[in-house]
């Protein structure tokens, strides 16, 4: 693969998809391969049957290389589940002098203060992303390269992963012989994908409800200020129409998807659906307003849990942009009116933007992630992404995490 191709693979609990894209002179992504296959092994976003999971991302990988005619030697892959802990840290460096101007090393000191934890043994790293800097006491600078100063305080956002769902994870990818690149804490992803700069300065919480599990994210001030992963997701809501209905959860999905909605006074009375059926009775008859009856306990439930992490974190207030949706289950229809009658604010539905070529395939919620991947690698290898500057992308990465990353490139060239 040429420095301008770049692969992704978001692994998740209802399906793993793999895309190769190319960088275009405009600084955008043309697809040119889209593999999706039905996720096995996986549950709420971890591995839990590594044979599964590693034939499943085998599949996806095979078809974005056959669909693109590129070998994937290597690529950006999504890492989740409720295993993954974020917490906020500060770190100082005192600038020597006063004379010289805030550099690099300046800032790699203070992130280095900022990471110098005492994690168990059994958790590990996977981002420290630079929040805004502080400079002799004036807060919330974007970019203290430059500055004068006597002292630096880095304002840090840590995500943390149990080492052992990160170690499964990492066993399934380069089973199918394709290294990793970096592992992206799917929020983080999602958020590069479809969420917008004014969004993120006057404060939005990203929603990314998967499969298995709901990915949060919060903006404040144009920085990531909170992420956190729920145990519940789309599944839970085919889950209940199982229950529900007495039907196969293969049918209840398809039911799901073709005739769900999350507001039952949208929905005709008198309107019903066939539905296969346990039973003598195969296929039987159910009205369609029981059906999103169903689905909006369920994401009321959903929507009561995310105001709940929020509110927590102490964001609630600091709210105006809203929620944007994303994940397969925000194409779920009336899911957003429903979400902004439960939460009483702005909600919108994300869609990954600035994709060309196999850009029709990806015009879903859905593939938030997967897309963002693919900005996340344009963002490390220097391009501008579009134009969008994320925080998550400040030049703030520790010389260690940047050596790392440059042994596993070298690794994709180097045969074993």
Same mark, same amino acid.
């Given at each position: 693969?040429?420095?301008?191709?770049?692969?992704?693979?978001?692994?998740?609990?209802?399906?793993?998809?793999?895309?190769?894209?190319?960088?275009?002179?405009?600084?955008?992504?043309?697809?040119?391969?889209? !593999?999706?296959?039905?996720?096995?092994?996986?549950?709420?976003?971890?591995?839990?049957?590594?044979?599964?999971?590693?034939?499943?991302?085998?599949?996806? *990988?095979?078809?974005?290389?056959?669909?693109?005619?590129?070998?994937?030697?290597?690529?950006? *892959?999504?890492?989740?589940?409720? %295993?993954?802990?974020?917490?906020?840290?500060?770190?100082?460096?005192?600038?020597?002098?006063?004379?010289?101007?805030? +550099?690099?090393?300046?800032?790699?000191?203070?992130?280095?203060?900022?990471?110098?934890?005492?994690?168990?043994?059994?958790?590990?790293?996977?981002?420290?992303?630079?929040?805004?800097?502080?400079?002799?006491?004036?807060? %919330?600078?974007?970019?203290?390269?430059?500055?004068?100063?006597?002292?630096?305080?880095?304002?840090?956002?840590?995500?943390?992963?149990?080492?052992?769902?990160?170690?499964?994870?990492?066993?399934?990818?380069?089973?199918?012989? *394709?290294?990793?690149?970096?592992?992206?804490?799917?929020?983080? /992803?999602?958020?590069?994908?479809?969420?917008?700069?004014?969004?993120?300065?006057?404060?939005?919480?990203?929603?990314?409800?998967?499969?298995? +599990?709901?990915?949060?994210?919060?903006?404040?001030?144009?920085?990531?200020?909170?992420?956190?992963?729920?145990?519940?997701? !789309?599944?839970?809501? +085919?889950?209940?129409?199982?229950?529900?209905?007495?039907?196969?959860?293969?049918?209840?999905?398809?039911?799901?998807?073709? %005739?769900?909605?999350?507001?039952?006074?949208?929905?005709? @009375?008198?309107?019903?659906?066939?539905?296969?059926?346990?039973?003598?009775?195969?296929?039987?008859?159910?009205?369609?307003?029981?059906?999103?009856?169903?689905?909006?306990?369920?994401?009321?439930?959903?929507?009561?849990?995310?105001?709940?992490?929020?509110?927590?974190?102490?964001?609630?207030?600091?709210? @105006?942009?809203?929620?944007?949706?994303?994940?397969? +289950?925000?194409?779920?229809?009336?899911? @957003?009116?429903?979400?902004?009658?439960?939460?009483?604010?702005?909600?919108?539905?994300?869609?990954?933007?600035? *994709?060309?070529?196999? /850009?029709?395939?990806?015009?879903?919620?859905?593939?938030?992630?997967?897309?963002?991947?693919?900005?996340?690698?344009? /963002?490390?290898?220097?391009?501008?992404?579009?134009?969008?500057?994320?925080?998550? %992308?400040?030049?703030?990465?520790?010389?260690?995490?940047?050596?790392?990353?440059?042994?596993?490139?070298?690794?994709?060239?180097?045969?074993?």
């Amino acid at each position: 693969m040429s420095d301008n191709i770049l692969a992704a693979i978001d692994v998740g609990s209802s399906k793993v998809c793999t895309l190769v894209a190319e960088i275009t002179s405009d600084e955008d992504l043309r697809i040119l391969g889209v !593999g999706i296959t039905p996720s096995q092994g996986v549950k709420k976003g971890m591995v839990d049957n590594i044979q599964q999971a590693s034939a499943a991302i085998a599949a996806s *990988v095979e078809r974005a290389e056959r669909s693109s005619g590129s070998r994937i030697l290597s690529a950006h *892959v999504s890492i989740g589940g409720n %295993h993954t802990e974020s917490f906020n840290n500060r770190g100082i460096a005192t600038i020597p002098g006063q004379e010289r101007p805030i +550099t690099e090393v300046e800032i790699e000191r203070g992130m280095e203060g900022a990471r110098n934890l005492n994690l168990p043994a059994n958790r590990e790293i996977l981002h420290e992303v630079a929040r805004f800097f502080v400079v002799d006491g004036q807060e %919330h600078v974007s970019d203290p390269i430059g500055m004068f100063g006597q002292r630096l305080d880095v304002d840090v956002h840590i995500v943390s992963g149990g080492v052992t769902a990160i170690q499964n994870l990492s066993q399934c990818i380069e089973s199918t012989g *394709v290294q990793i690149e970096n592992l992206v804490f799917s929020p983080l /992803a999602a958020a590069d994908a479809v969420l917008e700069d004014e969004e993120r300065e006057q404060g939005v919480v990203l929603v990314d409800i998967g499969g298995g +599990t709901t990915d949060i994210a919060v903006f404040v001030e144009g920085s990531i200020f909170h992420t956190s992963v729920l145990p519940v997701g !789309g599944q839970h809501l +085919t889950r209940d129409l199982v229950a529900g209905l007495k039907a196969p959860f293969s049918s209840a999905e398809e039911l799901k998807i073709a %005739h769900g909605s999350a507001l039952p006074s949208r929905v005709d @009375a008198d309107e019903t659906v066939e539905v296969q059926a346990f039973g003598g009775q195969r296929t039987k008859e159910v009205p369609r307003r029981k059906i999103a009856e169903i689905l909006q306990a369920r994401v009321e439930e959903i929507l009561e849990m995310i105001y709940i992490d929020v509110r927590r974190a102490g964001f609630d207030e600091m709210i @105006a942009a809203g929620i944007v949706l994303c994940g397969g +289950t925000s194409a779920l229809h009336g899911i @957003a009116e429903l979400s902004e009658m439960v939460l009483r604010m702005p909600v919108r539905v994300g869609i990954p933007r600035g *994709v060309q070529g196999l /850009a029709d395939s990806l015009n879903s919620p859905a593939y938030g992630t997967s897309v963002g991947l693919l900005r996340w690698a344009m /963002a490390e290898n220097g391009h501008n992404s579009n134009g969008h500057k994320s925080d998550l %992308h400040l030049p703030t990465l520790e010389m260690a995490g940047m050596v790392e990353s440059a042994r596993k490139w070298l690794r994709t060239l180097v045969p074993k």
